[in-house]
């Protein structure tokens, strides 16, 4: 396949591994060029400053599971951190690892401990792969969500060592139920303590019996769990395949067996196969990626500078069907087609017309007030192909102008990375 131009795959960086940029800032990216992007976006000093940054406030989100204004506000402000972030790659990540390593408010519901879950996943998403692991295992969140809090040395839950096995590491056909068995009672013990608002691990509850899993021998806590997964063969190409399809739209065979031998030999640095998987797209024609409606939106608030009001845009996006801190199951979003259907193409029509109401930039506005759909495309950082026919005679018969510009936040182009 062909390679992009230098133009195009800086705007397909942006939009694939971050949240898209505003036409002032693209022009400066472009300057840059792929190569100095894609530099600057896995700095380890600005991915570490931006993990430590914190859009919450603690006392806004109080250990209580009936505040229902904590969980809005929880919400929300992720909402607009990911539109005001300046490290987009960490916190595109962070929405990557959400959908992956799944937990929901609806279960859990303390708005304080999903919170801190995403507070992991801020400062732990490029990282090494066995720390966020193990770090996930004992998050308190994730300890109520799929249950390990509740497994004991006599009664051991098998729901986490489950997942953590088919959804999270290995995939499936990769352990057995003897396996899933062995983990459980490993695992069992970790418990939260609504009380203090702390983990703890509780001797008496854990069943300490060396255990064969995953065909070691003498697992039986925490830490032999984990470093059996991470010697297991199945890890690297399942992590790589993972990455491969959200940024990349594809799991090209191929592709992912070089990233995930390149993954292993880094001792599992998620920040070096994501360099890897980016630098690949970018060398490549890239597989189109359907976005979701959060990921979708983000982009066009980001692109067009627009001071969305995040009450409204909560709701329609709960109506589109994908509500940060709240994915449907454990397997998280479903992807591609599926964003297509009616309830949620209707409810992406009233969120563009939200975002193009609350546009403030000018260079996407006077493009949106032109006739030249070609510039539009550009402001909206779309590459150089710009919009197909049909695309360009919609824009043509849409008035100029904001509504114009809803017309384009909904194009094939724009929803397809």
């Known amino acids: 396949m062909l390679p992009m131009d230098e133009r195009d795959s800086v705007k397909w960086l942006h939009r694939r591994a971050g949240f898209g940029l505003p036409p002032a800032q693209m022009r400066a990216a472009i300057e840059s060029g792929f190569a100095g992007e894609l530099d600057r976006l896995l700095d380890p000093s600005a991915v570490a400053a931006a993990g430590a940054a914190d859009p919450w406030d603690d006392e806004s989100l109080p250990y209580d599971p009936m505040d229902a204004p904590s969980r809005r506000y929880a919400i929300g402000r992720w909402i607009d951190a990911m539109v005001a972030t300046e490290q987009p790659l960490v916190d595109r990540m962070t929405w990557l690892w959400h959908g992956h390593f799944v937990s929901a408010i609806d279960k859990v519901r303390v ?3 999903m919170v801190d879950q995403i507070r992991l996943l801020r400062s732990a998403g490029l990282g090494d ?5 193990r770090s996930l295992t004992i998050d308190a969140a994730m ?8 497994s004991t040395d006599e009664v051991p839950n098998e729901n986490y060592s489950r997942e953590l096995l088919e959804l999270f590491t290995l995939g499936e056909g990769n352990y057995s139920e003897d396996d899933v068995q062995a983990g459980a009672a490993a695992l069992s013990g970790w418990n939260f303590d609504r009380g203090g608002g702390e983990v703890v691990f509780r001797e008496r509850r854990h069943d300490d019996q ?7 021998d003498g697992v039986h806590d925490l830490d032999t769990v984990i470093d059996a997964v991470m010697a297991h063969p199945a890890l690297p190409t ?8 959200e940024l990349l739209g594809e799991s090209d065979p191929e592709l992912v067996a070089e990233l995930a031998s390149g993954f292993a030999a880094s001792g599992f640095a998620v920040s070096d196969l994501v360099r890897a998987a ?44 994908q509500l940060p801190m709240l994915p449907p199951n454990v397997a998280g979003w479903p992807g591609g087609a599926a964003w297509f259907n009616a309830g949620s193409l209707v409810a992406r029509a009233n969120l563009a017309a939200l975002v193009a109401a609350d546009a403030t930039d000018v260079d996407v506005l006077a493009a949106a007030e032109g006739d030249d759909p070609a510039a539009l495309a550009d402001a909206l950082g779309l590459p150089s192909a710009g919009f197909d026919e ?7 018969a849409a008035p100029a102008g904001r509504d114009r510009l809803a017309i384009a936040l909904l194009t094939p182009e724009f929803m397809i990375a």
């Open 111 to 113: 708005a304080r401990l």
């Open 129 to 133: 792969l066995r720390n966020l692991v």
């Open 143 to 150: 300890l109520i969500y799929l249950d390990l809090r509740t």
């Open 210 to 216: 060396l255990q064969t899993y995953l065909g070691v």
């Open 238 to 245: 399942f992590i790589a395949s993972t990455i491969c399809e």
């Open 278 to 321: 980016l630098t690949a797209g970018a060398e490549r024609e890239a597989a189109p990626l359907v976005l979701g409606p959060l990921p979708w939106l983000v982009i066009a608030a980001r692109t067009t500078a627009a001071r969305v009001e995040i009450p409204q845009a909560a709701l329609l996006l709960r109506v589109a069907g």
């Open 390 to 396: 049909q695309s360009r005679a919609a824009l043509s």
